[in-house]
């Protein structure tokens, strides 16, 4: 039912972290954010931080969050695949990470259990979360799967 291309979405810029109100369509059109004129849709994955996350977290655009850890080595393994799978979902998801090791509140505050686990929030509300590796291919359909899920 969303044919109102008025509608507005607030996403928080992967830069500055500023929310940003943008018409949702005009996320195909390379919107910058208002405060720092960078782009607002990159392709790239968010270092979430305890300052920063709550921007993101609460933004209208769902959240792939890769929770992981240096010394984890499946997390290295990992990682790579997140980082190309996320340019695939780039106007529908925001990617974003969190180093468990450096932001251990956070690791706490979600319950991660074991790294690496990738998880979905929408307004501020766990969606669907997966511990354990997956490949590009499986991390692909399993967020597709969530997206559709959502609406998103
Ligand atoms: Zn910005």
């Known amino acids: 039912m969303s044919t109102d291309t008025q509608e507005k979405m607030i996403l928080a810029c ?5 929310k940003n109100r943008v018409a949702a ?33 609460s933004s209208d655009m769902p959240v792939v969050v890769d929770f992981w850890a240096p010394w984890c080595g499946p997390c290295q393994q990992f990682g790579p695949f997140f980082e190309q799978v996320a340019p695939q979902f780039a106007e529908r998801a925001r990617f974003a990470k969190i180093n468990t090791q450096n932001e251990n509140v956070l690791g706490q505050r979600y319950a991660v259990r074991s790294i690496p686990t990738v998880a979905v929030f929408h307004r501020d509300q ?11 291919q499986q991390l692909h359909q399993w967020v597709e799967q969530v997206l559709q899920q959502l609406g998103a």
């Open 126 to 136: 766990e969606i669907a979360r997966q511990a354990g590796v997956m490949s590009p």
């Open 25 to 57: 369509d005009r996320i195909s059109q390379q919107p910058k954010c208002g405060q720092c004129k960078e782009a607002l849709i990159t392709g790239s994955p968010v270092e979430l931080t305890i300052a920063n996350h709550k921007a993101h977290m």
């Open 14 to 18: 992967p830069h500055c972290h500023k």
